[in-house]
C-alpha cells in the first residue's frame, strides 16, 4: 500500500488546546484584558494498530481567545517540532510549551502540520515506512475551550487518538486527527487519572483481536464509527494486560470485544461484537482503577 502526502500543510483547528512558543511581540488578543496566566500544553496518543511509529512536524499554533477577533500564531522550533506520536503513550505526555499568556477564556487553537508525515510499521525507517496522507484543507475541532487563570498556572494535555485518527484507504494511510483535550494538574499536582488491568486467558482463546473500548458512563456499547461517544479503544497486549492513560476523573463503561480488526471508521460494523457484561470504572484523580484478572471485568480488591 501506498501513501499520498497532501502537497500543503494541515492547518487543525482544536477548540481548547493549545499555546504559545517562541513567539516574540505582543499576543494580537487586544488591550483590554487584565491579566496573564501561564500554560502548559502536552500531548499523549492512543496507539494504532500494528504501528510502530506515526511521525509528524508541527509547525506552527494559532491562538484564538474569546471576545477577540484577532489570533496569535506561534512558529515552534524555528522549522517546526518533529514528532513520534507513538513515542508518547498512556501517561507519557510530551510538552510542547509553558508561556505566559492574557488570562480568560480560550476558543480554539489551531495545529498546522507539515506534509511530510510517516507511518511504520517496523524498524527500518525506509522499508517499514509509508507515506501518511495529510488531507489539504481539513480543520479538526474540538467543542471544549479552555481557559487560562490571571496570576495562575493551567495544565492541559492533549490525546491524538491514533486509532480513530489513521484512516487505511486504497491509495494508503490517511491521518484524519480525532484529538482530546483534558485539564492535565492543578496547582502542579497531576490531576489526570488511568485504567489499568488484564483479561482472564480463557476469554482470550480463539479471541482473534482483543481490544478495550471506553464510553461515558451510560452510553450505548457500539462499534467506533457508529458510536461517537467511543472515548478511545487500544488492542488488548498477547498477555491479557491493557493500559489506558490521560483520563480525567469520573466514571466510565469498559467493554470488551474480540473483534476490533473488523472495527472500520469509516463504516457500520455489524459484525463488530461486545461482550455482553459491560463494566462501570471510577478513574481516580492522579491515580489508577485497577481491572482484576477475572473475565468478565470485575475490579480488583
Known amino acids: 500500500m501506498q501513501g499520498i502526502i497532501g502537497k500543503s500543510a494541515l492547518v487543525m483547528a482544536v477548540t481548547g488546546a493549545l499555546v504559545a512558543c517562541g513567539g516574540g511581540g505582543g499576543d494580537g488578543l487586544g488591550s483590554s484584558y487584565a491579566g496573564t496566566?501561564?500554560?502548559?500544553?502536552?500531548?499523549?496518543?492512543?496507539?494504532?494498530d500494528g504501528a510502530t511509529a506515526v511521525n509528524i512536524t508541527i509547525l506552527?499554533?494559532?491562538?484564538?481567545?474569546?471576545?477577540?477577533?484577532?489570533?496569535?500564531?506561534?512558529?515552534?522550533?524555528?522549522?517546526?517540532?518533529?514528532?513520534?506520536?507513538?513515542?508518547?503513550?498512556?501517561?507519557?505526555?510530551?510538552?510542547?510549551?509553558?508561556?505566559?499568556?492574557?488570562?480568560?477564556?480560550?476558543?480554539?487553537?489551531?495545529?498546522?502540520l507539515d506534509d511530510n508525515a510517516t507511518i511504520c510499521f517496523g524498524p527500518d525507517p525506509i522499508n517499514?515506512?509509508?507515506?501518511?496522507?495529510?488531507?489539504?484543507?481539513?480543520?479538526?475541532?474540538?467543542?471544549?475551550?479552555?481557559?487560562?487563570?490571571?496570576?495562575?498556572?493551567?495544565?492541559?494535555?492533549?490525546?491524538w487518538d491514533l486509532r480513530k485518527s489513521v484512516v487505511e484507504t486504497n491509495q494508503g494511510?490517511?491521518?484524519?486527527?480525532?484529538?482530546?483535550?483534558?485539564?492535565?494538574?492543578?496547582?502542579?499536582?497531576?490531576?489526570?487519572?488511568?485504567?489499568?488491568?488484564?483479561?482472564?486467558?480463557?476469554?482470550?482463546n480463539n479471541c482473534d483481536s482483543p481490544a478495550v473500548y471506553l464510553y461515558p458512563e451510560g452510553a450505548q456499547v457500539d462499534d467506533i464509527h457508529t458510536n461517537d461517544s467511543v472515548?478511545?479503544?487500544?488492542?488488548?497486549?498477547?498477555?491479557?494486560?491493557?493500559?489506558?492513560?490521560?483520563?480525567?476523573?469520573?466514571?466510565?463503561?469498559?467493554?470488551?470485544?474480540?473483534?476490533?480488526?473488523?472495527?472500520?471508521?469509516?463504516?457500520?460494523?455489524?459484525?463488530?461484537?461486545?461482550?455482553q457484561n459491560v463494566l462501570t470504572v471510577t478513574v481516580p484523580s492522579g491515580a489508577a482503577a485497577a481491572i482484576g484478572a477475572s473475565y468478565p471485568f470485575e475490579p480488583a480488591n
Open 60 to 112: 506552527s499554533v494559532e491562538l484564538k481567545r474569546s471576545g477577540s477577533e484577532s489570533t496569535k500564531r506561534i512558529q515552534l522550533d524555528g522549522n517546526g517540532q518533529n514528532i513520534n506520536l507513538m513515542d508518547y503513550a498512556g501517561l507519557t505526555t510530551l510538552p510542547l510549551f509553558t508561556e505566559q499568556l492574557t488570562s480568560g477564556e480560550y476558543q480554539w487553537a489551531r495545529f498546522e
Open 231 to 275: 472515548i478511545t479503544s487500544l488492542l488488548v497486549s498477547e498477555s491479557g494486560e491493557f493500559f489506558m492513560g490521560s483520563l480525567e476523573p469520573g466514571d466510565y463503561q469498559l467493554a470488551f470485544t474480540c473483534d476490533a480488526s473488523l472495527d472500520d471508521l469509516t463504516a457500520n460494523d455489524a459484525d463488530v461484537t461486545f461482550h
Open 37 to 48: 496566566g501561564e500554560l502548559t500544553l502536552r500531548i499523549t496518543d492512543a496507539p494504532v
Open 173 to 204: 494511510y490517511q491521518l484524519k486527527p480525532v484529538l482530546h483535550l483534558r485539564p492535565y494538574a492543578s496547582d502542579g499536582v497531576v490531576t489526570v487519572g488511568y485504567i489499568e488491568g488484564s483479561i482472564n486467558s480463557a476469554a482470550l
Open 128 to 159: 517499514d515506512c509509508e507515506e501518511l496522507d495529510i488531507p489539504q484543507n481539513q480543520e479538526i475541532k474540538t467543542s471544549r475551550a479552555f481557559s487560562v487563570p490571571s496570576n495562575g498556572v493551567a495544565e492541559y494535555v492533549v490525546d
